[in-house]
C-alpha cells in the first residue's frame, strides 16, 4: 500500500516523504520554503527565477531569489527561459548557490511569460524545449526536472509527448505534471487519468500538480494518479499544517493562538529579507489566507488585510487572536 511517507528518489536524491512545495511564483522565496519544510514537506521548489536574470547578473534577482536557508534542504530552484545558452549559465549559477535540484517552467500559461517563448510557450517547441533541458542538466551537473501541462488548448497533447522526448533525449529525472491545460490557467477539474497514463508510460519520477486544495483531495489525486508524489500550491498558502496532516503529523486545525506564532514567524522572517517597509508592502497578500484559519467576517478581518506596517498587523492580530481565545472560568 502506497503512503505519502514514503521514502523515493529523485534523479538519485533520497527524499524522506512523497509530500513537495510547488512553485509559488511571487511567494516561493526562501521563509516560504522553509515553514513548507518545517511543516514536514520532503522537498521545496522555489518560485519561477528568470535565466536571463541570472544569467545577466540582475542585482535583484540574484540578492533575493537564489537565497536558500541551510535548512529548507533538499531544495529545487525552479528557471525559466527560451534560450538554451542562457539556461546552461543560469542552472550552473543556481548550482553554484546550492540548490540541489533544477526545475524547468514548460507549463506557465500567463501571458508575458508565454510572449518571450518561455513557459507553455515551449509546449509548441518541442525541439528547443529539449535543447534547454539538456543545456541545465550540462551546465548545473544537478537532476533536472520539468512541470509541464498537457498542451495549450483542451485536446492537445503536446505536453505529454513533451515529457516523453524529455526524457528520452535530456535525460531531466522527473516530470512536475499539471493536468490542465493552459488555456484553463487553475480552473476545471484536473485530469488526473491523463496524469497516470503519463506515470505509467515514463521510466521516471512523475509528480502530480493542480486541484489539491485539501487533505481528501490530494490524496485520492495520489491514488488515482499512481504518481510518485503530490505537489501542493495554492492549498498551501497561508496553510502550512496541511503537510502535518498529509504525513499524519498533524490533525486537526490549527487554534487561533497557532496562527498568530506561524505568522509572527512569517513577518519576522519578511522584515529581515525585504526590510520592514517593503514587508510591510509584500506581505498584503498572506494576511487573507491566515485570516481563512480564524472563520473571521469580511469586517473583522478588514483592519488585518488592510494593515499599512507590519506594526500594524501585528497589533490587529493579537486582538483578534485574544478576542477568540475563551475566557477562563
Known amino acids: 500500500m502506497r503512503s505519502l511517507t514514503d521514502t523515493w528518489t529523485l534523479g538519485g536524491l533520497r527524499l524522506a516523504n512523497r509530500v513537495v512545495l510547488a512553485p509559488l511564483a511571487g511567494i516561493g522565496n526562501w521563509f516560504v520554503r522553509l515553514q513548507a519544510k518545517r511543516h514536514g514537506a520532503g522537498l521545496v521548489v522555489s518560485e519561477m527565477v528568470s535565466s536571463f536574470g541570472l544569467a545577466h547578473g540582475n542585482e535583484r534577482t540574484v540578492r533575493e531569489f537564489l537565497r536558500i536557508h541551510p535548512d ?60 534547454i533541458a539538456r543545456a541545465a542538466s550540462e551546465g548545473g551537473g544537478l537532476p533536472v526536472t520539468v512541470k509541464l501541462r498537457p498542451g495549450r488548448e483542451p485536446g492537445d497533447r503536446a505536453g505529454v509527448e513533451l515529457a516523453r522526448r524529455l526524457v528520452d533525449e535530456a535525460g531531466v529525472a522527473g516530470i512536475a505534471f499539471h493536468p490542465r491545460h493552459a488555456s484553463q490557467q487553475h480552473s476545471g477539474a484536473p485530469d488526473y487519468r491523463l496524469a497516470r497514463e503519463l506515470v505509467e508510460a515514463l521510466p521516471v519520477p512523475v509528480i502530480v500538480s493542480g486541484g489539491l486544495s485539501s487533505d481528501e483531495p490530494t490524496l485520492r489525486a495520489f491514488e488515482q494518479s499512481g504518481a510518485a508524489a503530490v505537489m501542493l500550491a495554492r492549498g498551501a498558502l497561508g496553510n502550512p499544517w496541511l503537510f502535518g496532516r498529509l504525513l499524519g503529523a498533524y490533525e486537526g486545525e490549527p487554534a487561533p493562538h497557532e496562527v498568530l506564532e506561524e505568522l509572527e514567524w512569517v513577518i519576522s522572517c519578511a522584515e529581515e529579507h525585504l526590510g520592514v517597509e517593503r514587508a510591510g508592502r509584500y506581505l498584503r497578500k498572506f494576511y487573507p489566507w491566515y485570516a481563512e484559519h480564524l472563520k473571521l467576517t469580511r469586517r473583522e478581518r478588514e483592519p488585518l488585510v488592510t494593515a499599512p506596517t507590519t506594526a500594524h498587523a501585528r497589533e490587529a492580530w493579537r486582538r483578534v487572536v485574544e478576542a477568540a481565545m475563551p475566557v477562563a472560568a
Open 72 to 131: 529548507e534542504h533538499p531544495v529545487s530552484m525552479q528557471l525559466f527561459g527560451h534560450d538554451a545558452a542562457v539556461m546552461r549559465e543560469a542552472a550552473a549559477i543556481a548550482a553554484s548557490a546550492g540548490a540541489d535540484v533544477i526545475d524547468l517552467n514548460m507549463g506557465c500559461p500567463v501571458r508575458k511569460v508565454c510572449k518571450t517563448g518561455a513557459g507553455a510557450a515551449l509546449l509548441d517547441d518541442p525541439a528547443r524545449a529539449v535543447a
